[in-house]
């Protein structure tokens, strides 16, 4: 498993005012968006291109294109898709897939409650958007249930992880290849499963409280 913890200051400065909890939800998903397309910029740095014979008004050269098939954006549902516009502001060709999970509030345990995704992703670049990776738990099943559809070359990109839940990824993914792009690297998580200093519940500041 590879880990790129990202190291800008604009990152760091839209990362600030996401964490304050005087940020309203608009403000909150405009901020979400503009750092979700600074993060894609590293999470794209392998992303798989062909050369392309184009033809300049001076001359012809050999430019790049991206490779077939398309890359796979995964946004996991609901906070991910606060994370989508700005991943394919970047990468408009993509296709896209969901998958919707949610956790226990009280054991922290994740379940899938929707999935539309293609049936097989061999040979497809998968990158998974989940803002929060805090036990870990959450990710791992989504990483598990694309690895079982055959890819072989995942990225995700959180904005905020706690140290607990990436250790949990490495132990379980061991052997795989997995690249964990994150916005920045928390100190813990609390008693609630909650990264801290974290920036709450991204779902509800990105959507507000649902029942
Ligand atoms: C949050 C977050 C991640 C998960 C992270 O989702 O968006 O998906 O928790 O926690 P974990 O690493 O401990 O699994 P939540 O279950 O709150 O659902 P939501 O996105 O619908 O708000």
Redesign the pocket.
Known sequence: MQVHVADHPLISHKLSLLRDQATSSPQFRALTSELVALLAYEATRNIRVEPREITTPVSTMLGTRLAEPRPVVVP????GLGMLEGMVQLLPSAEVGFLG???NEET?E?SVYAERLPENLSNRQCFIL??????????LQAIDFIFDKGATDVTAVCILGAPE?LAAIEKATAGRDLTIVLGALDEKLNEQ?FIVPGLG????RLYGTVG
């Open positions: 996991i549902l609901r906070a999970m949610v956790r922290l994740p989940d803002p929060m990776l805090a036990t870990g738990g959450s990710l839940g499963g519940d991204a779902g509800d």
